[in-house]
């Protein structure tokens, strides 16, 4: 069975660090490309960080210079550090895996909440 487990998020103030990890179990993503969503109550689910299996990594513009997505193929994880964080941060954050780079991610988690205080 293929899994995307999050975990990492919960309850910071303004300005704090969390990094989120995902672990992938019942098969290997390190060809795959990898990314985190996050998802604001009543708000479509947004791609926030996206990195390929070469190493090239592209962000959206609202985390950009504040988050880092990474990997360890080694250990089947995929890392989302996250700086500065704001207010309106607060979601439920996603990994995904797009397993044929084709543009739809597949694979995904159950989600972990980030609430970030003001």
């Known amino acids: 069975q293929v899994q995307l487990v999050e975990s990492g998020g919960g309850l910071v103030q303004a300005g704090d660090s969390l990094r989120l990890s995902c672990a992938a179990s019942?098969?290997?993503?390190?060809?795959?490309?990898m990314g985190w969503f996050r998802q604001a109550p009543g708000k479509e689910r947004k791609l926030l960080a996206t990195?390929?299996?070469?190493?090239?990594?592209w962000y959206a513009d609202s985390v950009k210079g504040r988050f880092t997505i990474s990997r360890d193929n080694a250990k089947n994880m995929v890392y989302l550090q996250m700086n500065s964080l704001k207010p309106e941060d607060t979601a439920v954050y996603y990994c995904?895996?797009?397993?044929?780079?084709?543009?739809?991610?597949?694979?995904w988690g159950q989600g972990t909440q980030v609430t970030v205080s003001s």
């Open positions: 019942g098969r290997t993503f390190s060809n795959s490309v």
């Open positions: 990195n390929w299996s070469g190493g090239a990594s």
């Open positions: 995904a895996a797009d397993s044929t780079g084709m543009g739809t991610y597949d694979y």
